[in-house]
């Protein structure tokens, strides 16, 4: 598997992710998304979406605030227990998560580490003119708290009936003491949740089953199965809230890694902004004529950690004539571009034809065009940021109306009269 440095040389090179406010030295744990980073992102959180509410008829989205009144992050436990424990180096000062520290030696000079400490994780902010205690408020550590405190505004309006699933992507934001290892740790990232009610005593099947769908979720747009085990998080590593975890892990490399978490959150959350707030949380179940708290199952996963093991698992490197290829073999559904433009010359007549046939594939796709040097260079760039297929137009395009698909991975070569070439690029897509 390729390095963090070597894909941290071409993601910043082509233009997938930028280290933020560089020009002033950068700002640890945050990171910006050019130009094919974002398109990567946006697909990232639209198969997600797509099989998590678009393909099924027991899911619905939200989108809630990152900003709610505090008493949301007393009742859910986080401003008492949402910390990690904290050592600093008596001689060079940094800190350390006691975690990332494989004994009391700091990790950068050597020295001696102080004793653990808590050390509470979440942003904190002021709403309104004046700073003080009561104008505190946080930067959402997690998207699902804004899940739990509009359960019942959702089951009122959307009339479902358990099992039944809420999801939403949103930021959400952690002051991590040692982000790092590229944009696996991050201080704001973005997070795809779903909470999923399902009555209590059905939780462990639907556990299972969200484990499985997870999982196979992450092999079916890329992820090897050699580089993808599931762990069963042990009772003293899970959260407060959780009866059961399990993390997809992801082989890094640095080593083993989470990519994504599954919890059963059992009732907690809803009991207890139920018993906080004063509100009636509670489901009632037609079938048993009773009123209960629903049970809740919660696949959670960050958009950048995909985004880091889709690209890791796409990264090849190939002999050939030239010396070595680049290419990233990334799901076609994951890739920035789906389609490249490539006019064999910068004849007028022959760019003419090409823009007009980029226009005609616009609406479809996101495409890209490309004019610049030999059509070999075109094809590697194109390679690199993992186009799977290019679309070529030469001389004889002017003659016959037909234009040449190249294939990325296979680097076969199709002739395909024009009039075709949008339905044979969609049952491509399709069939990918």
């Known amino acids: 598997m ?26 640890g744990g945050f990171w910006d998304y050019g130009p094919l980073g974002v398109e990567m992102k946006r697909n990232i959180r639209e198969l997600w979406w797509r099989s998590m509410v678009q393909e099924r008829d027991d899911i619905v989205g939200l989108d809630a605030a990152i900003v709610m009144n505090p008493k949301v992050w007393e ?24 975690e990332d520290v494989e004994s009391m030696v700091c990790p950068n000079c050597g020295g001696q580490l102080s004793e653990a400490r808590l050390f509470n994780t979440m942003f904190k902010t002021f709403v309104g003119p004046v700073e003080g205690d009561a104008a505190v408020a946080f930067l959402r550590p997690e998207t699902a708290q804004g899940i739990f405190v509009d359960f019942k505004n959702v089951l009122n309006t959307s009339r479902k009936k358990l099992p039944f699933g809420i999801a939403q992507i949103g930021k959400a934001f952690r002051n991590e003491i040692t982000p790092g290892k590229f944009i696996f740790r991050l201080r704001e990232f973005e997070q795809m949740e779903l909470e999923f009610f399902v009555r209590p005593g059905t939780d462990d099947e639907w556990f ?39 993390d997809l892990m992801f082989n890094f490399p640095f080593g083993w890694g989470e990519l994504e978490g599954i919890a059963d959150r059992t009732d907690f959350d809803l ?32 958009v950048e950690r995909p985004f880091l093991a889709f690209l890791l698992n796409a ?38 034809k090409a823009r007009e046939i980029w226009a005609q594939l616009r609406p479809n796709f996101m495409t890209t065009y490309d004019d610049s040097q030999s059509i070999g260079r075109r094809y590697r760039r194109q390679d690199e940021i993992g186009t799977p297929w290019c ?19 296979s680097m076969t070569q199709e002739r395909v009269p024009i009039s075709e070439l949008l339905g044979n690029l969609q049952q491509r897509l399709a069939s990918s």
Do not use: M
């Open 2 to 27: 390729v390095d963090l440095d070597t894909l941290f040389s071409l993601c910043k090179r082509r233009g997938f992710v930028y280290p933020s406010s560089e020009i002033y030295g950068g700002f």
């Open 75 to 98: 009742a859910s436990g986080h401003v008492q227990g949402f910390v990690d424990r904290l050592v600093e180096c008596k001689n060079c000062k940094q800190r350390f998560r006691e």
């Open 208 to 246: 299972r089953y969200w484990v499985e769908q997870r999982k196979n979720w992450h092999l079916r747009y890329g992820i090897s199965p050699e580089n993808l085990r599931i762990y069963e998080v042990p009772s003293e590593e899970r959260a407060h809230y959780s009866k059961a975890t399990a």
């Open 271 to 302: 009991l207890r902004h139920s018993q906080v707030s004063g509100e009636d949380l509670t489901y009632f179940d037609e079938e048993s004529n009773s009123r209960f708290i629903p049970y809740v199952i919660e696949p959670s996963v960050g």
């Open 315 to 352: 990264y090849h490197e190939e002999p050939d004539k030239e010396g070595t290829r680049v290419v990233l073999k990334l799901h076609p559904r994951l890739a920035p571009y789906k389609v490249a433009i490539l006019p064999l010359s910068r004849k007028e007549n022959l760019t003419l």
């Open 391 to 409: 679309v070529t137009v030469d001389f004889g395009t002017l003659e016959d109306q037909a234009v040449t698909i190249r294939d990325r991975d």
